[in-house]
């Protein structure tokens, strides 16, 4: 059993910071990459971030200069600052990790979390 749970989100003003915090769980052996994604009403997912296992890492355009992403290893944990906040960046947020676990035998497996809200508004 593995398992990805978010936490952080919530309601800010343009211009404000959050920081989100995933936390994974369960027979792991490794993490390969973790990621961020978020999720606007009416739109599709799109990839916000991701961090690799040596910490090489990935922006979106749009975040770039304003959002960082880390990872501590030993928490097997990401983490997603967000500072400067605009309107637009208004979405669910979604942890995605790609792992190796232990299940009867040793799999390569990918999950996500269930999702925080990240409301931007004045």
């Known amino acids: 059993q593995v398992q990805l749970v978010e936490s952080g989100g919530g309601l800010v003003q343009p211009g404000g910071s959050l920081r989100l915090s995933c936390v994974a769980s369960g027979s792991i052996i490794g993490i390969n990459s973790m990621s961020w994604f978020r999720q606007a009403p009416g739109k599709p997912r799109e990839l916000v971030a991701d961090i690799g296992s040596s910490s090489n890492t990935y922006y979106a355009d749009s975040v770039k200069g304003r959002f960082t992403i880390s990872r501590d290893n030993f928490k097997n944990a990401v983490y997603l600052q967000m500072n400067s906040l605009k309107p637009e960046d208004t979405a669910v947020y979604f942890c995605?990790?790609?792992?190796?676990?232990?299940?009867?035998?040793?799999?390569?497996?990918?999950?996500w979390g269930q999702g925080t809200q990240v409301t931007v508004s004045s």
């Open positions: 995605y990790a790609d792992m190796k676990i232990l299940y009867l035998e040793v799999q390569n497996r990918a999950y």
